[in-house]
């Protein structure tokens, strides 16, 4: 028998309304009252929840011996995919938390964090190995 499952990530937001904002406008997924996807992504979806009050809005802390944090991990199939996200989501005034790097162990893998409003962090990345990057 077999069978397909999929997941998506709960964020607890400050602002419902301009969580849906971001998404959409900024990160270009499609937002609906119950949903935040981006097709061509491997099927990243969220779900953007009113927090009741602020302390309930938890984005992961950075590692105690440095790096960076991360809240919801995106691959993508290429580093020329990955690119064009880095762009447009720069051109769109997204935050980016880290800039693109590439890391030789495991691929190499690349990699960009984008800061939403609440201060989770996003990290795109991928290991199509192509030297170059944005």
Same mark, same amino acid.
């Given at each position: 028998?077999?069978?397909?499952?999929?997941?998506?990530?709960? =964020?607890?937001?400050?602002?419902?309304?301009?969580?849906?904002? +971001?998404?959409?406008?900024?990160?270009?997924?499609?937002?609906?009252?119950?949903?935040?996807?981006?097709?061509?992504?491997?099927? $990243?979806?969220?779900? =953007?929840?009113?927090?009741?009050?602020?302390?309930?809005?938890? &984005?992961?802390?950075? &590692?105690?011996?440095?790096?960076?944090?991360?809240?919801?991990?995106?691959?993508?199939?290429?580093?020329?995919?990955?690119?064009? =996200?880095?762009?447009? +989501?720069?051109?769109?005034?997204?935050?980016?938390?880290?800039?693109?790097?590439?890391?030789?162990?495991?691929?190499?893998?690349?990699? +960009?964090? $984008?800061?939403?409003?609440?201060?989770?962090? =996003?990290? +795109?990345?991928?290991?199509?190995?192509?030297?170059?990057?944005?």
């Amino acid at each position: 028998m077999s069978e397909k499952f999929s997941s998506l990530t709960v =964020l607890m937001v400050s602002d419902l309304a301009r969580s849906q904002s +971001f998404y959409r406008d900024v990160m270009g997924f499609q937002v609906t009252d119950w949903w935040a996807e981006r097709g061509g992504l491997q099927g $990243v979806a969220l779900k =953007l929840f009113q927090a009741a009050e602020s302390a309930d809005v938890r &984005p992961n802390a950075r &590692p105690a011996g440095g790096g960076y944090a991360v809240d919801v991990q995106v691959y993508t199939e290429t580093w020329a995919q990955l690119d064009a =996200l880095y762009v447009e +989501f720069r051109s769109k005034g997204a935050v980016i938390s880290v800039e693109p790097v590439v890391y030789a162990e495991g691929g190499p893998w690349k990699e +960009f964090v $984008v800061e939403d409003p609440d201060g989770y962090h =996003l990290a +795109f990345g991928g290991t199509d190995g192509v030297p170059g990057g944005a």
